[in-house]
């Protein structure tokens, strides 16, 4: 006659089994998502001080003989530095003047910094925004792409093939111009 005990041989590993893959599977997807809202969190709030720097060095910004004018890569460094953990390779930046002016575009950040060596913008060591779209009042936005790549990404919604691992954060931060 079996005991008790000879009946439940094995129930071990396939309880494990049962429950193990999900709870892991579960683990790994809440640190994921945890991750992409902290990258996401810090795409935002780099945006938004790059805006504000940009927002506070107007036309009329002026101190006795000293002008306050920013040029892209003033404001390019202040994103690179508050994007702390986003690799700035990864960061296409839109700059957004008030109506009339010209757009500029940084299609990843590193070469729109100062720190630049390489491969570097033209329009980096542009003053921004230009003289006739720089005075109080006026918007400014300061837009940006960052693909993260990140394997749980696979299972959202809408995935496909090609795009399989990463998905595309967007910020964006309108600052009127004070001074």
Request: charged share 10%; aromatic share 6%.
């Given at each position: 006659?079996?005991?008790?005990?000879?009946?439940q041989?094995?129930?071990?590993?396939?309880?494990?089994?049962?429950?193990?893959?999900?709870?892991?599977?579960?683990?790994?997807?809440?640190?994921?998502?945890?991750?992409?809202?902290?990258?996401?969190?810090?795409?935002?709030?780099?945006?938004?001080?790059?805006?504000?720097?940009?927002?506070?060095?107007?036309?009329?910004?002026?101190?006795g003989?000293?002008?306050?004018?920013?040029?892209?890569?003033?404001?390019?460094?202040?994103?690179?530095?508050?994007?702390?953990?986003?690799?700035?390779?990864k960061?296409?930046?839109?700059?957004?003047?008030?109506?009339g002016?010209?757009?500029?575009?940084?299609?990843?950040?590193?070469?729109?910094?100062?720190?630049?060596?390489?491969?570097?913008?033209?329009?980096?060591?542009?003053?921004?925004?230009?003289?006739?779209?720089?005075?109080?009042g006026?918007?400014?936005?300061?837009?940006?792409?960052?693909?993260?790549?990140?394997?749980?990404f696979?299972?959202?919604?809408?995935?496909?093939?090609?795009?399989?691992?990463s998905?595309?954060?967007?910020?964006?931060?309108?600052?009127?111009?004070?001074?």
């Open positions: 006659m079996m005991t008790k005990r000879q009946r041989r094995g129930s071990q590993t396939l309880e494990f089994t049962l429950l193990g893959i999900p709870l892991t599977f579960l683990l790994f997807s809440i640190a994921n998502m945890s991750f992409a809202m902290l990258t996401l969190h810090t795409l935002q709030e780099a945006i938004e001080q790059g805006a504000r720097f940009a927002s506070t060095r107007g036309s009329s910004c002026s101190s003989t000293n002008t306050c004018g920013v040029k892209i890569q003033q404001i390019a460094d202040v994103i690179a530095n508050a994007a702390a953990g986003i690799s700035t390779s960061l296409k930046v839109t700059f957004t003047p008030p109506t002016g010209t757009t500029v575009t940084c299609t990843n950040l590193n070469v729109c910094v100062s720190t630049c060596s390489a491969g570097c913008s033209g329009s980096r060591t542009l003053a921004w925004p230009d003289g006739t779209n720089n005075s109080p006026q918007d400014i936005t300061i837009a940006a792409d960052c693909t993260l790549v990140a394997p749980m696979m299972f959202w919604t809408g995935s496909t093939p090609s795009k399989i691992s998905t595309t954060f967007h910020a964006t931060s309108r600052q009127r111009l004070m001074f």
